[in-house]
């Protein structure tokens, strides 16, 4: 069970009200402290041994929500990875000029999902040939990118965009998904969190 919010160092703040545009709505929240999330595989409490994936295809909110319906994903979580700024708030990732892609980290059972089902689930849920952007949603926070946790992760991710460049799925449209290792993940706001589930899937995003 997680700890009070007060006793995890988290402090209530005021986010200024901007227009609702994509997922861009800033509001009352709860500025969580960064967690660390470990790239390699690491033991639960059952004794399973979990992997952690991450990936980035534009609103974090429609992307956490596909992925939590995987068998065998065990926890998401809604984040940002990739920039230059250390624990960034989301209005300052929004502007873009942090350079962090709005990310989720899953949590997985590789027993139950292989990486290969998370990347097909990946390549499924946003039009990887659009650049900086995913509909609506435009800006580099947005990119669509795969961040890396190990070797076989990074190859796995590099043959699939291959293989789906191949398959003429986009027609001539060139794929730009980035791959890259991936860096510290910071923790979204709380609001962010399992976003669909909390507003009963009504919540609209750009995927």
Request: charged residues 20%; glycine residues 12%; contains cysteine.
């Amino acid at each position: 069970m997680n700890p009070p919010l007060k006793a995890r160092g988290q402090e209530k703040r005021q986010i200024p009200a901007m227009a609702e545009t994509g997922c861009c709505l800033f509001r009352e929240a709860y500025r969580p402290v960064h967690p660390k999330y470990p790239g390699e595989s690491f033991m639960a409490g059952d004794g399973k041994q979990l992997k952690t994936a991450t990936f980035g295809a534009g609103c974090f909110w429609g992307v956490e929500a596909a992925f939590r319906k995987v068998p065998g994903v065990t926890d998401t979580a809604a984040g940002y990875m990739g920039g230059t700024t250390r624990n960034p708030a989301y209005e300052q990732v929004c502007t873009g000029g942090t350079g962090h892609a709005e990310v989720v980290q899953v949590t997985y059972d590789p027993l139950q999902v292989t990486y290969d089902k998370l990347l097909s689930v990946f390549w499924s849920i946003h039009d990887p040939t659009q650049l900086n952007r995913q509909g609506p949603d435009i800006g580099p926070n947005y990119r669509s990118v795969i961040f890396y946790h190990d070797a076989e992760q990074a190859r796995l991710a590099r043959q699939s965009k291959e293989d789906l460049q191949l398959s003429g799925r986009f027609g001539f449209g060139r794929i730009v998904t980035a791959i890259q290792p991936a860096t510290e993940f910071w923790r979204a706001e709380e609001y962010h969190q399992r976003y669909f589930e909390k507003h009963g899937g009504h919540a609209s995003c750009g995927i």
